[in-house]
Structure formats: structure tokens, C-alpha cells
């Protein structure tokens, strides 16, 4: 059609004129294979145009059109197609999962064609993952299939993929015979736009041959190409590059141009994207423009020391970490479901029932006495499908709802901002960035600002890393030389450039990249010469998280006219997990509870991700834990949820609305590959031993409508998820801010039950008796555990840490 021959010239706006002049037509005529081809196209167009989220829509409203009218190469097309756009958006496993789809469909219907783009596109993921072999492997095998269909398009972009591999191996010789087979290829077939891509890539390996001016050649005939056919994502890669080359070369004001005209483009394509999740995922692909933005700031401001580009670099870090979020605490507030057609609402609500749905069978199949290893394998790919569709649904709510269109994005805070809006004169910023030369801390202080080179990241993981297995490692965890030692290790590296600067001060960490594991309280710091270096943090500071600063500033926003709820505490606690508990059974005596408390074994606060420890094990310090809590509080101002009553019904029922403070103390789980299945566990079981739903999961939460000033995950590793790159932490903290808590009080890792238990009793002492903020308080707790023999490695007091508001 002529729609396509104009979308292959690059004139990407006339070609959707055509399309959308064809495809009334097609579906006037009842031509469903016509509209499906069409809807294909056009969501091609949109991914080549950079609108990744648009493209999605109309290959997902394709596939189905394809399949009712038996079109399996299209329907192979359209799932390559979509497999394509989850790769650029660095959802990688996602694209496999597509590609696997349509391969086998490419080879029944016999399109070689689309058999080899497949392959090609397999191994370009692989590629992507560092899988450097197994990519040449599926190139290998798309390379002759190109060669037999006559697909010389097809074979310049494999010639072209071939070559960036060799270049990634260190063969850059290779590398720049196979990008000269190539170019002349897209130059025959007019592909201007891969052929843009291919003279990047020759700039590329002049550039690490040290040829910069040859370098700088290729970018700029690229530069030209990519804004002709109005490739945006492609332009913002190749102005990346250009800086690069230029800092090499000494140019730094220059350097500085194009990386700023770069990151404006990724902005703008980022506010395209309506799905949180892709919208991050999106964002973890480039976060390494963002950090030569703020590498090249601090050099310029190592030269300019008085022209303000330390606070430039700051605002950049700011601006890089925790976008998602920020945007998400915006839509919090606003009734986004308003004005939605009841129809997709009520799809919305049937993928819930059907999550719901599925989770019970899991729990079904996980209770029985052989559970069967490849159902429960099916049953979690049909969980993933259904979570997957279900986010789906939540998209086109986004993008239908006129609330959510009339939000603003939500721009993070300036230096100025930060200081009136977040600080007082007793409070300092950490603003941490972790950098593959050179990492940077910036220290923020009411009045001021001042900032310290670090070194780079492969130092401070591996001393972080070395930090957080001296403290939870069972042998090591016990030796306080040990533990002092590694502190020293990783506090000589982050913390000591700034440590005259601290004081007594409450610190506000932002943490990056690893240190997003680490437990700052347990680090030690001397802060004057000759002083005992082996004093943690803890004692001079309270410590606060934050996922960005700007972060604070929109909590305070959506929670500054809300009217406090009027009861005081709300604790769900030791739930039943197994039809072989003895609530079940009868119940309790006064002996089951002693033995019960006096049986150690596994008094670990966490179920792993996998299915090994079911039934998890019951938490018998946790009742204890939630009676001594609640006799602080007035009956008649506390709600106790425990045994059958502590169930995923009662989190979700809306009653949790009516308490300032909202206490989970129960086992926890952090899925670090979908964070969305993380979630907290609640009673599996009714009082007659039938199995019922206990997984209270991430999209329970982000439903909650809460209204508290604290929520405590009393469970283990709660504060951890998915640390994606500029987003940080994805797990629970998020879901429970969004669901309108002010702060939460989490772990980071295994934690122990009674160290826990004993944890948390002086917590809320402190807090409801003594009357002292949660960060004061949970600083004095953990102060008078480490007094304690019991208790003093910071395996037991230092896990759980404040996130959000501090005041």
C-alpha cells in the first residue's frame, strides 16, 4: 500500500495518513485481515517514531483481529512486533517470551522471512544480555535464511548485529568489515534509518580506536540520517555519543550541549510511555546518559568551581532516580478510574477476580502432600500472563482517563527546593551516584551545598557487598572484628570524605545502585582524629531512606490536607499458614504457646521466592511481639488481627483506612525478578483447615486506601524488590506510599524472629509512651539493643530502616 512505501522512505507522517485513510475502509468491508495488517502498520510506525506505548496498543488490538481470521503470519508478525518493543524498552525476558511465539509460527507457515528477523532478534536480545556466543549462534542461522529469500535489508541488519558483537568482544577490526558489508546494503535498499545505525556504530569503533575526529564524521552523516526519518530515540543515541568523543577530546562546554539536547529528547519520549512499569524499565536503558550528564558536570565543576555546576550535577541526580515514583504519588491523589467507560472497568475488575482466582489454586496445589512441581509451573506462567493483562488494563485507563491527561508531570525539586522543602537547619542530604570511573556524594545542608568525588562503582560494590555478608553471614556475623573491619572498609570509601560535616545531625540518605542493600546505621565513622573509629553511625544520627528527595516533597504534598484517621494502632500478626496448625486442632493451651515459643526452628521472618519452604513456617514471637505492642495503646483505639482474622480480607476490606499506624508482623517475600509477585503473607488457611488466598501482593497494595503516618512491615527483607536502575528499589515501600502511607518502617534482610519481636516492643515504647517520632525512636531502640549482649551485632538491631517523611 502506499502507506508502507512512504514509511520506508522515512516519511513516517504521510504514511499514517494513508493508514488511517485504509482502515475505516477495511473495517467498513468487514476486511478483518485488511484492518489487522493495517493496525500492524501503524503501531510500526509509532515504534519507529519512538512511541513505544502507542506502537503496543495497535499490535495488541492486531493480534486478536490475526487470530480470529486464522492469519498466522501475521499473527507471527505482529508478535515479533511486540517482542521488538519490550526489547527496546529493556524488558528483555518479555521479548524472549514473544519471540518464542512467533518462531514456531514463522516456521509452519513457511515465511523464511520472518523466520529469520526472529532469529535476529533473538540473538539480539542475547546480545543484550552480554550472551555474546549464543547471539552470533542466532545470527549465524538468520544470515543465510536472508541470503536465500533475497532479503537484502534483512542480511544488512544481520551484517550490521554481527558487528556490534565482534565490537563488544574487542574485535573491532571485525567489527568494521561487518559494518562495511553492510552500509552499502541500506543504502541500495533506501533503509536510511538502519543505515544511520550502522554509521553510528563505525563511530563507535573509531572512537575506541582513539580516531576521535573520524569518530566524530560518522556520528554527524548519522545525526542527519536520524533526524531526517525523524528516528528520536536513535538521534538522542547518536548526540550521547558525540559528547562522549568531545569530553575525550578536552571540549567540555561542548560535550555539554549535546548531552543536554539528548536527555531533552529522552524526556520527552519517557512522558509517552502511560505504563509505570515499561515507563522505568524504559528509563533503566539510559540511565547511562544521565550518568555521563553528571560525570561531565562535576569535571566541568572540578575546572569552574564557582559557576554552580556541582548543583547542576545534583539536580541531574535528582531528576535521573525515582522518576516512576514521583509520578505515581502525583496520579495517588487523583481519581484516575473517573469518567472511565464502565466496560474496561469492569474489565479491570474480572483480571483481579482471575489473579485472585489463580493465587488460591497455587495455594491449593502448594498444600497438598505431593504438591506437583509442573503444575505449580504452569499455574505461575498463568499468573504472570494474567498480571501482565491486567497492567495491560491499567494502561488504557491511563491513557483514557482525562484525570490522569490533566496531571502535570511532576518535576523534581531544584537545590533550592530541597533545601526550604525537605531540610531544617538539623537536617543534612546524602545524595549518592555511583559511577563506572568515578561515583559522586553530594551533602546538603539548609544553607549549602558541597560535593565529593567517591571512587568507582566496581570499589564500592565490592566493599558494600563485603559489608552486607559480614553482617548477615551466620559465622562472621557474631566476630566483631569482622564486622568492624568491613564497616571500616566501606565507610572509609562513602562516608569519610564528608564526616567533619555531620556532626549530631538526622541524615536524609538517597541512596544508589548497592547501597540500596546496605545497612547505614551499622556503618562506622570517626568523625575527629583519634577518636574510637568503631562507633556506628546510629549513635550520633537518626537515619532516614528516601528513593529521591523529591520524593519527600510530594508525600508532604498529598498528605498536607488529609484528615487524620481517629484510631490510634492496627496489627495483623501471626497468621496460619498450614492445615496442621494447632489452632486448627483445638484451641491453644498454655503448654502449645510455651512450646511453641521455645521452639527455635525456623525463626526466620522470610519464605524464599521459591516453593522450597512450604508451609512456611509459623512465627510464634510474633504474637508476642503484637500482644505487648498493642497493650501500650487503648483498646478501644487498637485493632488485633491475628490467627484466621490476620487474612488478606482484612487488609484489603478498607478498614486499615481508620489507623495512624498500620503493623504487619508475618512472613514477607521480595521477588527480585517480578516485583510485582512480591507481597506479604496472611493467614492460608480458614479455621477449618480450607485453604483461602493469604498472598496480600503488590497490587493489593497500590489498592489499599490508607491513611497512616506509619506502616511497619515486621517481615522480612520488606524493604527490597527489584533495584532497577534509576528507579531504585521496586517492592513493597512503593506500593504502601502509594496507597498513602507517610512512612514505613522495613527490612533488608532475613531477619530474626525474637531479635525482632525485642526490636519492635522498644520501637513502639519509645514511640507511644516516650512520645518520640518514629526515626527518634526506632534510633533508640536499636541504640539499646546493641547495649545488649544478646543482641549487639548488627545482624539483629540494624535490618530495618525508615523510608519517607521524618518529621
Same mark, same amino acid.
Given at each position: 500500500?502506499?502507506g508502507?512505501?512512504?514509511?520506508e522512505?522515512?516519511e513516517?507522517?504521510?504514511?499514517?495518513?494513508?493508514?488511517s485513510q485504509?482502515?475505516p475502509?477495511?473495517?467498513?468491508?468487514?476486511?478483518?485481515?485488511?484492518e489487522?495488517?493495517?493496525l500492524?502498520?501503524i503501531g510500526?510506525?509509532y515504534s519507529q517514531?519512538?512511541?513505544?506505548?502507542?506502537?503496543?496498543?495497535?499490535y =495488541?488490538q492486531?493480534?486478536?483481529l490475526s487470530?480470529a481470521?486464522g492469519?498466522h503470519?501475521g499473527?507471527?508478525?505482529t508478535l515479533?512486533?511486540?517482542?521488538?518493543?519490550?526489547?527496546?524498552?529493556?524488558?528483555?525476558?518479555?521479548a524472549?517470551e514473544y519471540y518464542?511465539?512467533s518462531l514456531?509460527?514463522f516456521?509452519?507457515?513457511?515465511n523464511r522471512r520472518?523466520? $529469520?528477523?526472529?532469529?535476529?532478534?533473538i540473538?539480539?536480545v542475547?546480545?543484550?544480555l552480554?550472551e555474546q556466543?549464543?547471539?552470533l549462534?542466532?545470527y549465524?542461522q538468520?544470515?543465510?535464511l536472508?541470503?536465500?529469500?533475497g532479503d +537484502?535489508r534483512?542480511e544488512?541488519?544481520?551484517?550490521n548485529n554481527i558487528?556490534s558483537?565482534?565490537?563488544d568482544?574487542?574485535e573491532?577490526q571485525?567489527a568494521?568489515?561487518?559494518?562495511s558489508q553492510?552500509l552499502?546494503?541500506?543504502?541500495?535498499?533506501?533503509?536510511r534509518?538502519?543505515?544511520?545505525?550502522?554509521?553510528?556504530?563505525?563511530?563507535?569503533?573509531?572512537?575506541?580506536?582513539?580516531e576521535?575526529q573520524?569518530?566524530?564524521?560518522?556520528?554527524s552523516q548519522?545525526?542527519?540520517l536520524?533526524r531526517?526519518v525523524?528516528d528520536?530515540?536513535?538521534?538522542?543515541l547518536t548526540?550521547?555519543n558525540?559528547a562522549?568523543?568531545?569530553?575525550d577530546?578536552g571540549n567540555l562546554?561542548?560535550?555539554?550541549?549535546?548531552?543536554?539536547?539528548?536527555?531533552k &529528547?529522552?524526556?520527552n519520549?519517557?512522558?509517552?510511555i502511560a505504563?509505570?512499569?515499561l515507563?522505568?524499565?524504559?528509563?533503566a536503558?539510559?540511565?547511562?546518559?544521565?550518568?555521563?550528564y553528571?560525570?561531565?558536570?562535576m569535571?566541568?565543576?572540578k575546572?569552574?568551581p564557582?559557576s554552580g555546576y556541582?548543583?547542576?550535577?545534583?539536580?541531574?541526580?535528582?531528576r535521573s532516580?525515582a522518576?516512576s515514583l514521583?509520578?505515581?504519588?502525583q496520579?495517588a491523589n487523583?481519581?484516575i478510574?473517573?469518567?472511565?467507560?464502565?466496560d474496561?472497568l469492569?474489565?479491570?475488575?474480572?483480571?483481579?477476580?482471575?489473579l485472585d482466582?489463580?493465587?488460591?489454586?497455587?495455594?491449593q496445589?502448594?498444600?497438598?502432600?505431593?504438591?506437583?512441581p509442573a503444575k505449580?509451573?504452569?499455574?505461575?506462567k498463568?499468573?504472570?500472563?494474567?498480571?501482565q493483562?491486567?497492567?495491560q488494563i491499567?494502561?488504557?485507563?491511563?491513557?483514557?482517563?482525562?484525570?490522569?491527561?490533566?496531571l502535570?508531570?511532576?518535576?523534581p525539586l531544584?537545590?533550592s527546593?530541597i533545601?526550604?522543602?525537605v531540610?531544617d537547619e538539623?537536617t543534612?542530604?546524602l545524595?549518592y551516584?555511583i559511577g563506572?570511573?568515578?561515583?559522586y556524594?553530594?551533602v546538603?545542608?539548609s544553607?549549602?551545598l558541597t560535593?565529593?568525588?567517591?571512587p568507582k562503582r566496581?570499589?564500592?560494590?565490592?566493599?558494600?557487598?563485603?559489608?552486607?555478608d559480614?553482617v548477615?553471614?551466620? +559465622?562472621?556475623?557474631n566476630v566483631?572484628?569482622?564486622v568492624?573491619?568491613?564497616?571500616a572498609n566501606?565507610?572509609?570509601?562513602?562516608?569519610?570524605?564528608a564526616a567533619?560535616?555531620?556532626?549530631?545531625?538526622r541524615l536524609?540518605i538517597?541512596?544508589?545502585?548497592?547501597?540500596h542493600?546496605t545497612p547505614f546505621p551499622a556503618l562506622?565513622? =570517626?568523625q575527629?582524629?583519634?577518636q574510637?573509629p568503631?562507633?556506628?553511625l546510629?549513635?550520633?544520627?537518626?537515619?532516614?531512606i528516601?528513593?529521591s528527595a523529591s520524593?519527600l516533597?510530594?508525600?508532604r504534598?498529598?498528605?498536607?490536607?488529609?484528615?487524620?484517621?481517629?484510631r490510634?494502632?492496627?496489627?495483623l500478626?501471626?497468621?496460619?499458614?498450614?492445615p496442621d496448625d494447632e489452632r486448627i486442632k483445638?484451641?491453644?493451651?498454655k503448654?502449645?504457646t510455651?512450646k511453641l515459643?521455645s521452639?527455635?526452628l525456623g525463626l526466620?521472618r522470610s519464605?524464599?521466592?521459591s516453593n522450597?519452604?512450604?508451609?512456611?513456617s509459623?512465627?510464634?514471637?510474633?504474637?508476642?511481639e503484637?500482644q505487648?505492642?498493642?497493650?501500650?495503646?487503648p483498646?478501644?483505639?487498637n485493632s488485633?488481627? &491475628?490467627?484466621?482474622? $490476620?487474612t488478606?480480607?482484612?487488609?484489603i476490606?478498607g478498614s486499615?483506612?481508620?489507623?495512624?499506624?498500620?503493623?504487619?508482623a508475618?512472613?514477607?517475600i521480595a521477588?527480585?525478578q517480578?516485583p510485582e509477585?512480591?507481597?506479604?503473607?496472611?493467614?492460608m488457611?480458614d479455621?477449618k483447615?480450607n485453604p483461602?488466598?493469604?498472598?496480600?501482593r503488590?497490587n493489593d497494595?497500590f489498592n489499599l486506601?490508607?491513611s497512616?503516618?506509619?506502616v511497619?512491615?515486621?517481615a522480612?527483607q520488606?524493604g527490597?524488590?527489584q533495584?532497577i536502575?534509576?528507579?531504585?528499589m521496586?517492592?513493597?515501600?512503593?506500593g504502601?506510599m502509594y496507597?498513602? $502511607?507517610?512512612?514505613?518502617?522495613?527490612?533488608l534482610?532475613?531477619v530474626?524472629d525474637e531479635?525482632?519481636?525485642v526490636?519492635m516492643q522498644?520501637f513502639?515504647?519509645k514511640?507511644l509512651?516516650?512520645?518520640l517520632?518514629p526515626?527518634?525512636?526506632l534510633r533508640a531502640?536499636?541504640?539499646?539493643?546493641?547495649?545488649?549482649?544478646?543482641w549487639?551485632?548488627?545482624?539483629?538491631w540494624?535490618?530495618?530502616?525508615?523510608?519517607?517523611?521524618w518529621k
Amino acid at each position: 500500500s502506499i502507506g508502507v512505501v512512504y514509511s520506508e522512505l522515512g516519511e513516517k507522517q504521510k504514511a499514517l495518513e494513508y493508514y488511517s485513510q485504509s482502515l475505516p475502509l477495511f473495517r467498513a468491508t468487514g476486511d478483518r485481515r485488511g484492518e489487522a495488517v493495517t493496525l500492524s502498520n501503524i503501531g510500526n510506525v509509532y515504534s519507529q517514531l519512538g512511541e513505544k506505548q502507542k506502537a503496543l496498543e495497535y499490535y =495488541s488490538q492486531s493480534l486478536p483481529l490475526s487470530r480470529a481470521v486464522g492469519n498466522h503470519s501475521g499473527e507471527a508478525v505482529t508478535l515479533n512486533n511486540i517482542g521488538s518493543v519490550y526489547s527496546q524498552l529493556g524488558e528483555k525476558q518479555k521479548a524472549l517470551e514473544y519471540y518464542s511465539q512467533s518462531l514456531p509460527m514463522f516456521r509452519a507457515t513457511g515465511n523464511r522471512r520472518g523466520e $529469520a528477523a526472529t532469529l535476529g532478534n533473538i540473538g539480539s536480545v542475547y546480545s543484550d544480555l552480554g550472551e555474546q556466543q549464543k547471539a552470533l549462534e542466532y545470527y549465524s542461522q538468520s544470515l543465510p535464511l536472508f541470503r536465500a529469500t533475497g532479503d +537484502r535489508r534483512g542480511e544488512a541488519v544481520t551484517l550490521n548485529n554481527i558487528g556490534s558483537v565482534y565490537s563488544d568482544l574487542g574485535e573491532k577490526q571485525k567489527a568494521l568489515e561487518y559494518y562495511s558489508q553492510s552500509l552499502p546494503l541500506f543504502r541500495a535498499t533506501g533503509d536510511r534509518r538502519e543505515e544511520a545505525a550502522t554509521l553510528d556504530n563505525i563511530g563507535s569503533v573509531y572512537a575506541e580506536l582513539g580516531e576521535k575526529q573520524k569518530a566524530l564524521e560518522y556520528y554527524s552523516q548519522s545525526l542527519l540520517l536520524r533526524r531526517a526519518v525523524g528516528d528520536r530515540s536513535g538521534e538522542a543515541l547518536t548526540l550521547y555519543n558525540v559528547a562522549f568523543v568531545k569530553r575525550d577530546r578536552g571540549n567540555l562546554t561542548e560535550a555539554l550541549n549535546d548531552i543536554e539536547a539528548s536527555l531533552k &529528547i529522552i524526556e520527552n519520549l519517557r512522558t509517552k510511555i502511560a505504563s509505570p512499569e515499561l515507563r522505568s524499565s524504559y528509563f533503566a536503558t539510559v540511565q547511562n546518559y544521565y550518568e555521563f550528564y553528571i560525570d561531565l558536570l562535576m569535571q566541568l565543576h572540578k575546572t569552574n568551581p564557582k559557576s554552580g555546576y556541582d548543583t547542576k550535577a545534583l539536580e541531574a541526580s535528582e531528576r535521573s532516580r525515582a522518576r516512576s515514583l514521583l509520578e505515581l504519588l502525583q496520579e495517588a491523589n487523583a481519581n484516575i478510574r473517573e469518567g472511565i467507560s464502565p466496560d474496561l472497568l469492569q474489565q479491570e475488575n474480572r483480571a483481579k477476580q482471575q489473579l485472585d482466582a489463580i493465587e488460591k489454586q497455587r495455594i491449593q496445589e502448594l498444600s497438598n502432600l505431593n504438591p506437583n512441581p509442573a503444575k505449580i509451573n504452569e499455574i505461575d506462567k498463568q499468573r504472570l500472563a494474567l498480571l501482565q493483562q491486567y497492567q495491560q488494563i491499567q494502561t488504557q485507563i491511563r491513557s483514557a482517563s482525562p484525570r490522569y491527561a490533566a496531571l502535570t508531570q511532576p518535576q523534581p525539586l531544584t537545590l533550592s527546593e530541597i533545601q526550604k522543602k525537605v531540610l531544617d537547619e538539623n537536617t543534612i542530604l546524602l545524595q549518592y551516584a555511583i559511577g563506572k570511573d568515578r561515583s559522586y556524594l553530594w551533602v546538603v545542608t539548609s544553607t549549602g551545598l558541597t560535593s565529593y568525588e567517591l571512587p568507582k562503582r566496581a570499589d564500592i560494590e565490592t566493599a558494600a557487598k563485603n559489608f552486607r555478608d559480614t553482617v548477615t553471614n551466620p +559465622r562472621l556475623r557474631n566476630v566483631p572484628q569482622k564486622v568492624a573491619e568491613a564497616s571500616a572498609n566501606l565507610s572509609q570509601l562513602i562516608l569519610q570524605p564528608a564526616a567533619a560535616q555531620l556532626g549530631e545531625k538526622r541524615l536524609l540518605i538517597v541512596p544508589d545502585g548497592v547501597l540500596h542493600y546496605t545497612p547505614f546505621p551499622a556503618l562506622n565513622i =570517626s568523625q575527629t582524629a583519634g577518636q574510637n573509629p568503631n562507633i556506628p553511625l546510629i549513635t550520633k544520627h537518626e537515619i532516614i531512606i528516601l528513593p529521591s528527595a523529591s520524593t519527600l516533597g510530594i508525600l508532604r504534598q498529598n498528605y498536607g490536607d488529609r484528615k487524620l484517621p481517629d484510631r490510634t494502632l492496627a496489627i495483623l500478626a501471626d497468621p496460619v499458614f498450614s492445615p496442621d496448625d494447632e489452632r486448627i486442632k483445638g484451641k491453644l493451651t498454655k503448654e502449645t504457646t510455651e512450646k511453641l515459643e521455645s521452639n527455635n526452628l525456623g525463626l526466620n521472618r522470610s519464605l524464599r521466592a521459591s516453593n522450597l519452604g512450604w508451609p512456611p513456617s509459623r512465627l510464634p514471637f510474633t504474637r508476642q511481639e503484637s500482644q505487648i505492642i498493642l497493650s501500650l495503646v487503648p483498646s478501644a483505639s487498637n485493632s488485633e488481627k &491475628i490467627d484466621f482474622s $490476620a487474612t488478606r480480607t482484612t487488609a484489603i476490606d478498607g478498614s486499615l483506612a481508620n489507623y495512624k499506624i498500620v503493623h504487619f508482623a508475618t512472613h514477607g517475600i521480595a521477588n527480585s525478578q517480578n516485583p510485582e509477585l512480591s507481597g506479604i503473607l496472611m493467614s492460608m488457611v480458614d479455621d477449618k483447615g480450607n485453604p483461602v488466598n493469604g498472598f496480600l501482593r503488590l497490587n493489593d497494595i497500590f489498592n489499599l486506601k490508607l491513611s497512616a503516618n506509619l506502616v511497619v512491615l515486621s517481615a522480612c527483607q520488606s524493604g527490597l524488590g527489584q533495584n532497577i536502575k534509576g528507579e531504585g528499589m521496586v517492592g513493597l515501600t512503593r506500593g504502601f506510599m502509594y496507597a498513602g $502511607a507517610q512512612r514505613m518502617a522495613v527490612s533488608l534482610w532475613n531477619v530474626d524472629d525474637e531479635g525482632t519481636s525485642v526490636l519492635m516492643q522498644k520501637f513502639y515504647q519509645k514511640m507511644l509512651q516516650q512520645k518520640l517520632a518514629p526515626a527518634a525512636a526506632l534510633r533508640a531502640a536499636q541504640m539499646e539493643m546493641m547495649q545488649q549482649e544478646k543482641w549487639k551485632s548488627p545482624y539483629y538491631w540494624a535490618a530495618f530502616t525508615l523510608q519517607g517523611e521524618w518529621k
